[in-house]
């Protein structure tokens, strides 16, 4: 056992050679000091910010089986074990050499409910200088400020791969209701994107283990409708021995929409002879189909997300101007930049308290068939009367929608005794669109209906006026 630890920890101090690029998201507090380094793979494939991509995020708990299921799907050896651990955000390119179609990139994270480490050293180094003594003893950090910075930095990690993904690779060991949570929560809110859910049964050995499991839990779920489904293009697949050939499909209600969920057991066992390679093969060839594709400058793009989500985790909202310009790492010029108090954790809606109002919103495209052409809405939960303002501007081949309501009629302002309450006459969203589906039509028809206000914007294709859709088609080739 101590040896395969051992092991475990070798592959660990050499696994950022093995992603294209890591970046160190590691604390917010670490912005206004060392910042996140970005680490880049020496005589590896380097990304093209030019070249159209998918980009797949790999999520779940600690320990799940994220790095083994990226491993399957890019050709690398990833590290995993319980010694080995993932930093802030990994990037990873598939080996080209194997999968020369592939024109998607993974990200890989440490992963929720990793435990919380205390090394006074190593938490107080950057602020060691010269004449700031006094100050460093007033920063220590306590148990209060970690349990603060580690959830606001797992908020800024799940909400940027949760807005910049086109897919979402869920992995769950036996199913929980920390693993139901999170897996509706990504539903409820971002259903307009591709989802897989990868039940890595890793402690199972033997078929009717999985079988029995599938039969009992599984399928008996409160949360997910499962339909059982054969995939017949098997054709790449080794068909000397028995397999699986299965995978299902959870139909999203009120919706076209589905989510798919595939299985997989011990890799060293029977039950991962007969489920593996056919959950493996299903998630490739998905992937290599996948359509929606945009450029993907990685740094910028965080950058960016950095700057546009600052006013919800820190007291001060941060500029352009306040970024360091280096490009070895991520890093703010402001030194007294505070978080803002939590309220709930991460697996819940929020786990900041807002200090303005943020309503509830979705969006998502679909085909008006009466007219023939793709639209956009955007559907925001008000309960009072506003005035809705819109403005479309564009940014690296995406459009930056940018929504301001104003609340028509004022609350009398009191003394409010609940510490969720959320004050403010005025909210703003800024929601960012590929342009993949056409040009965003820039004077939308707003509807309001019992407190739904919903945009909806015509898009355009070749600076065409609209673009005539035939009546075969289907809303998931768009």
Known sequence: MQERINEEKEYNTKKDSLYNMVIRVDSMNLLMYEGWKILKAKNELSFDKEKQVAVVSILGNKNSGKSFILHLLTNKKIPNGYSVTTDGLSFIIPD??????????????????????????????????????????????????????????????????LEKSDIFICVVDILSLTDQKFINRIIKYYSHKKIYIIHNLKTFIEKNQVEEYIRDYLLQSLTFDLEKVKYFDLTKMNKEKEQNCYFYKQKLKDEDRVIIHL??????????????????????????????????????????????????????????????????????????????????????????????????????????????????????????????????????????????????????????????????????????????????????????????????YTLRRSNREEEVISEESDDEDF
């Open 263 to 456: 299985i997989m057991a011990n890799e060293d066992s029977p039950a991962g002879e007969y489920y593996n390679e056919f959950a493996t093969y299903y998630l490739n060839t998905q992937l290599r189909q996948v359509k929606e594709k945009k450029p993907f400058d990685i740094v910028r793009n965080l950058k960016d997300f950095l700057i546009n989500i600052s006013g919800e985790i820190f007291k001060t909202k941060l500029e352009e101007k306040d970024l360091a310009p280096d490009e070895n790492s991520i890093k703010v010029n402001i030194k007294n930049l505070e978080l803002k108090d939590c309220s709930i954790d991460t697996l819940g809606n929020s786990i900041i308290k807002e200090s303005v109002f943020k309503p509830k919103y979705r969006y998502g495209f679909f085909v008006d068939k009466e007219k023939k052409v793709i639209k956009f809405f955007i559907e925001i939960e008000l309960f009072a009367l506003w005035k809705i303002s819109q403005g479309v501007s564009t940014k690296d081949s995406h459009f930056i929608i940018e929504v301001r309501g104003d609340k028509i009629t004022d609350i009398v302002e009191r003394e409010y005794i609940d510490d969720n309450f959320t004050p403010g006459n005025v909210f703003y969203l800024t929601i960012e669109v590929g342009s993949d589906k056409g040009f965003i039509d820039e004077n939308p028809i707003l509807d309001e209906e019992n407190g739904l206000y919903t945009l909806i």
């Open 96 to 161: 080209n050499d194997k999968n020369k179609d592939d024109n998607y990139i993974l990200i890989d994270t440490a992963g929720t409910e990793s435990p919380l480490l205390f090394d006074d050293d190593s938490k107080n180094k950057n602020n060691k200088k010269e004449g700031e003594e006094k100050e460093k003893e007033n920063q220590k950090p306590t148990i209060e400020n970690m349990l603060k910075d580690r959830q606001i930095t797992d908020y800024f990690i799940q909400k940027f791969i």
